[in-house]
């Protein structure tokens, strides 16, 4: 067991401290003077480091087999996103531990061995400062995994670090520079919810602006986008609830809705049946939202095959009830169920297994993964921590949660009388601050 308590170090992240030494190259350029000053900047010749809560995301834990991810890479709304022809991002969310980083690695590791250009990028702490520093670094390390070093654009980006220039116009610069090779590019960005809403607008809109010249976007998060549900029916078949649909742009001109699901619209060869036109579906959505997990099976036989190579040779019996335990533990979360083997592993002899006795005491490396999660919690500030708090504490006294409406009254009391600016505003609030707990 790794001494870290951060939960989000199911992978190893490679820090990458020399991604950063493109401004101090082009110091020798920029020494012409304008009327007695000198046009470099003093402050853009010191080499810049990477944001601290920047990491390349490439390396895929020993532990964990890339073919738990299966089910994921089998669904629809994958399949259509790494195609590269579709406009939205693909927003995988899940529970704390649940696998999203390796998830993200063996996206990237599966489009980079197939030819694809992937920047693949971790967030590994919270980003508080809504400083325009970190889209900066952001974008620049997107450009060194995908972009084209030697590009106008970018030598154009260059400039503008050695000579000051604001830090806007050096974002503009650094997004021409990605953008300007045309092919399909992706970008897959692990730990989205670690940034403050601020810099999120701006990062979203940033990204909007790259997805107009060939980048896909695949995003891990804890908590899905709030949105009103407005997931509609296919319009021929009345599959229910679709993930994924086109809708018809010349029905919709007439006042009119036709939806469509994948397979119906692959079976239409992209003729409106209602209204005859051709080639006018579109999707009309920024953003699928898949949930990652739904491996239980996968993760049983993980736990079965880590046993076996640790105890050797295990009665069946005693396996079946071991393996059981860890996952009516686990519940298919990828990181309990590491924790939960260790623990077992620490136990020493199969044979004399109990459930009971090592269920007295949580495994210390459990509390320690949740203890780091509720510190993350401690960090708001009262009013916050107060609603979020109470919020979890109304969700955890049954098994299957609690109605809104109850949530809502709880949340209630813990607010300020007037209420203050941090009070939450809606749900997306308290759901947010709780960072996946709820
Ligand atoms: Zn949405
Ligand atoms: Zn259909
Ligand atoms: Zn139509």
């Known amino acids: 067991m790794r001494e870290s308590n951060d939960p989000r170090d ?11 030494d493109s401004s101090s190259e082009s110091d020798s350029e920029g020494g012409d003077s304008i009327n007695g000053f000198d046009k470099t900047d003093p ?18 834990d020993a532990d964990i087999d890339p073919e738990l991810f299966n089910s994921f890479f089998a669904t629809e709304a ?44 971790s967030i590994i702490g919270h980003v508080k400062s809504t400083s325009l520093a970190f889209v900066e670094d952001l974008m620049q390390s997107m450009h060194n995994q ?50 403050n809403p601020a810099l999120q607008r701006v990062l979203d809109t940033e990204l909007y602006l790259l997805q107009h010249h060939s980048l896909k976007v695949l995003l891990t998060r804890r908590v899905p986008a709030f949105c009103t549900p407005t997931n ?48 006018s579906f579109e999707e009309d959505y920024e953003h699928v939202n898949v949930k990652v997990g739904g491996m239980g099976q996968g993760l049983e036989n993980l736990a079965r095959e880590r046993l076996k190579g640790y105890f050797g040779d295990v009665e069946d019996e005693t396996l079946q009830m071991v393996v059981e335990y860890v996952h009516s533990k686990a519940a298919g979360n990828i990181t309990l169920t590491l924790l939960y083997l260790e623990e077992i592993f620490a136990w020493g002899d199969l044979s004399t297994f109990d459930p009971v006795r090592i269920d007295d005491r949580l495994p210390r490396d459990v509390i320690a993964f949740f ?13 916050e921590r107060h609603t979020t708090m109470l919020a979890i504490a109304a969700a955890a006294t049954t098994d299957d949660g609690v109605p809104l409406t109850e949530l809502e009254e709880c949340v209630r009391l813990a607010m300020p009388a007037p209420p203050d600016i941090d009070s939450p505003r809606s749900l997306e609030d308290v759901f947010q601050a709780a960072n996946g707990w709820l």
């Open 10 to 20: 199911e992978v190893e992240n490679v820090s990458s401290g020399d991604e950063c």
């Open 43 to 60: 402050f853009a010749s010191r080499a810049r480091i990477l944001h601290p809560a920047l990491a390349l995301n490439h390396s895929i």
């Open 78 to 121: 994958f399949k259509a996103w790494s195609s590269g022809t579709r406009s939205w991002q693909l927003h995988c969310y899940g529970d704390p531990g649940s696998g999203k980083t390796t998830l993200a690695a063996v996206v990237a590791q599966r489009l980079a061995q197939r030819g694809d250009a992937v920047a693949s990028i």
């Open 146 to 195: 995908i972009g084209n070093q030697s590009s106008d654009e970018f030598a154009a980006y260059q400039t503008a670090c050695s000579e000051g220039h604001p830090i806007t116009e050096r974002i503009k610069r650094l997004s021409a520079a990605i953008s300007s090779s045309h092919s399909t590019k992706h970008l897959i960005l692990d730990g989205y919810d670690l940034i």
């Open 232 to 279: 509609p029916a296919c319009d021929i078949c009345d599959e229910e609830e679709l993930n994924t649909w086109w809708v018809c742009r010349k029905c919709r001109e007439d006042g009119k809705e036709f939806w469509l699901c994948y397979p119906c619209k692959e079976k239409l060869n992209s003729d409106c049946r209602n209204c005859k036109n051709a080639v």
């Open 371 to 383: 203890d780091a999660e509720m510190k993350i919690i401690d960090q708001l500030n009262d009013t």
